[in-house]
Nanobody, 119 residues
Framework: QVQLVESGGGLVQIGGSLRLSCAASGSIFSIYRMGWYRQAPGMPRELVAA???????HYEDSVKGRFTISRDNAKNTVYLQMNSLKPEDTAVYYC?????????????WGQGTQVTVSS
């Protein structure tokens, strides 16, 4: 089992910045990828950014150059630095961890944190 606790959401003005944190605990050795997803009202959940155990990163096109995913292995924490925020970034952001134990794959989610970008 993996537990994920997110923090760092809130209300920010257009062009502002926020940093989301996701602290993992439990069977963290089994995690091979962590990511941030977001879901706006009436929209499907979408992948925003991900980072693998090896450090490879992936970004959704609309956030490239504005968002940065990183990790602190000593703290078992993944961060999402969000700069130049736009109203369309408003959503609930969820931390995700993909893990594998022997041949079984598992998918874990945090509780979500609201990000609201307003003028």
């Amino acid at each position: 089992q993996v537990q994920l606790v997110e923090s760092g959401g809130g209300l920010v003005q257009i062009g502002g910045s926020l940093r989301l944190s996701c602290a993992a605990s439990g069977s963290i050795f089994s995690i091979y990828r962590m990511g941030w997803y977001r879901q706006a009202p009436g929209m499907p959940r979408e992948l925003v950014a991900a980072i693998t155990r090896g450090g490879s990163t992936h970004y959704e096109d609309s956030v490239k150059g504005r968002f940065t995913i990183s990790r602190d292995n000593a703290k078992n924490t993944v961060y999402l630095q969000m700069n130049s925020l736009k109203p369309e970034d408003t959503a609930v952001y969820y931390c995700n961890a993909d893990s594998v134990v022997t041949t079984e794959m598992y998918d874990y989610w945090g509780q979500g944190t609201q990000v609201t970008v307003s003028s």
